[in-house]
């Protein structure tokens, strides 16, 4: 079936240093693939998205590529803030319909 | 403001007493769905439903129901909840047919269940 499978947390982070968040997918058709972040108390939201292969989801100074030929679709931001420290989600969606499939979850936390 | 709005935020209650978690959208989405969020296991999908009076099992219906009278309403029900409900819920909403734009989420129910 759709599924990712995400880096396990918990992640921790000095300030100002280099964030890499793993996510791979498998799909059997031809996925939307999205990360969301999940603030303490609060509801996911959608951070950024790609939607074929090569794009490249951008947001907040986050990055992720869509790489279809390692089926990944990693987090990335170079330098994170305290404010960061949430919980990251890795979802997919597969030839457009409205099931969304998300990862375990990763929870970063960035210390001064 | 564009939002999905679930009710209450927090709920402690007994074995076996019928509750009702709201879930009103103000965007005219069609699609709406319930997951449950738990340590370790992310989010799952309890129920969707494609548009009003269509709904259908997600992942983990057990011990649910839900219904879609109007557009802008989903609750969730547990008609007799049980400790292996306690969890955090979350309602979210889309076009029809436009996953790629993303969900939008509520802010979520807190339930315990003693």
């Known amino acids: 079936g759709d599924s990712v499978t995400q880096m396990e947390g918990p992640v921790t982070l000095s300030e100002e240093a280099f964030l890499t968040i793993n996510c791979t997918y498998t799909a059997t058709g031809y996925p939307s693939l999205f990360w969301y972040v999940q603030y303490p108390g609060e509801g996911l939201q959608l951070l950024l998205k790609a939607t074929k292969a090569d794009d490249k989801g951008s947001n907040k100074g986050f990055e992720a590529t869509y790489r279809k030929e390692t089926t990944s679709f990693h987090l990335e931001k170079g330098s994170v803030q305290v404010s960061d420290s949430a919980v990251y989600f890795c979802?997919?969606?597969?030839?457009?319909?409205?099931?969304?499939?998300f990862g375990a979850g990763t929870r970063l936390t960035v210390k001064p | 403001e564009a939002q999905v709005t679930q009710n209450p935020r927090y709920l402690i209650t007994v074995t076996g007493k019928k509750l009702t978690v709201t879930c009103s959208q103000n965007?005219?989405?069609?699609?709406m769905s319930w997951y449950r969020q738990d340590p370790g296991l992310g989010l799952r999908q309890i129920y969707y439903?494609?548009?009003?009076?269509?709904?259908d099992k997600g992942d983990v219906p057990e011990g649910y129901k839900v219904s879609r009278k109007e557009k802008r309403n989903f609750p969730l029900i547990l008609e007799s909840p049980s400790p292996n409900q306690t969890s955090l819920y979350f309602c979210?909403?889309?076009?029809?047919?436009?996953?790629?734009?993303?969900?939008?989420f509520g802010s979520g129910t807190r339930l315990t269940v003693v």
């Open positions: 965007m005219n989405h069609e699609y």
């Open positions: 979802a997919l969606s597969v030839d457009n319909n409205n099931d969304m499939r």
């Open positions: 979210a909403s889309n076009p029809a047919g436009s996953a790629s734009y993303g969900y939008t």
């Open positions: 439903s494609m548009n009003v009076e269509v709904t």
